[in-house]
Every structure is written in structure tokens, then in C-alpha cells.
């Protein structure tokens, strides 16, 4: 029988494949051919799956969403409190900050190269998606979901240009202090559920499918 391949699997397989080298070498730096050769792939079989560099990067956010985003819903939602959201947040935020820098400098790296509407939209897709996760699970206005993001960035990208200023880990600490003192963390949240993060989760798999 013919080996039957799980698509959107194999998908992702190579997103991780081609974030490792991005990481290493720069989105800029390598071509489609560069890629193809280091993965094991033939340039045709990456091209079916990504027709350019580009759409990788695209997808490559949305296949953070899944895989990161989606992993801090799946893992708050349940929890009554905004305290035990926000331990879940710090220590994903902690696991994830050499992650959170590489996927920065790429970002970086394609809007000084690629400098249109399209790759802004990807940016805000991401933002919106992260934004509103954090909103819900959170319980607070979208506008102060913004600008937790906001600092989240600034956090990771001020860590990578002075570590030895105040380590990120340590920031992240600081920020937890800061928010037990804004947020009403001790109060009981109504429950959820799960339909918002599985409606999250299938428009994810429906933007990597594409």
C-alpha cells in the first residue's frame, strides 16, 4: 500500500524545519533552494507547500498560534482565577523568551526586506490573535490587552539588546509584581468553557491548511 502522508502534518514538520535555519541564518539570507537542500526536500515539494519565502514566514506565525498561543488557552481556560492564569502565563513566558527573541529578529529581518501591506497584516494577525487570548483568559478590556502586549514586546526585544541590564526572566517577574497589584487576580471568573479556544484552535488549522 502507498504510504498515506498527513499533509498538514508534514506541513508543520517543515515550519520547524525552516524556522531553525531562518533562526540561524537570517529570513534574508537564504533562498528557497538554500532551504530545500538543508531540509532534505526537493525544491518542488517545498514549493507545493510554500509557493515563496514569504508565505512561510506567514504561516509560520500561524503555526505559532497553534502551537504556542493556543497551548497557553488550552491550559487557562479551565482555571477560576486570574492568579492561576497568570502563573501559567509567567512561566510559558519564561519557557518561551530564547523563542520569543528569535521570532522578533526575524520579524525584524523580513519588514526591513520585505516592506508591504501583506507582511504588516501578518504582524496584526499574530497581534490580534495574541491580544484577544490574552483578553479573554485575562478578563480585561482589549485595549489594556494591547498594551500588555505591547510591553511583552518591548520586553523581549530590550532583554536581547542589554541582557545584562535586568535578565528577562527577572522582568518577567517584575511584570507579574505589577500586574498582582493592577488586577483583580483573587476574583472568581465565570466560567468559559472551551468553545472560544476550539473556535480558535479551527480557524488556526484553517489558515494552515490554505
Known sequence: MPKIVDHDEY????????FSIFCRKGFANVTMRELAAEIGVSTGTLYHYFPSKENIMEQMFEYVQETNVYEFV???AHLPTIAEKLDVFV????????FYQNLMLLAIDMMRHIKNRDTEQV???????YTNAMARELNIPEKQARSLFVYLLGMILHSM???NFLPYAEQVDTLRIILDKVLPVNDVLPATGT????TAKIETEEGLSR
Do not use: H
Open 74 to 76: 488550552s491550559r487557562t
Open 161 to 163: 539588546l542589554t541582557p
Open 123 to 129: 504582524f496584526i494577525n499574530f497581534s490580534n490573535y
Open 11 to 18: 506541513r508543520r514538520e517543515l515550519l520547524q524545519k525552516c
Open 195 to 198: 468553545s472560544m479556544t476550539n
Open 91 to 98: 512561566e510559558k513566558w519564561k519557557e518561551y523568551g530564547e
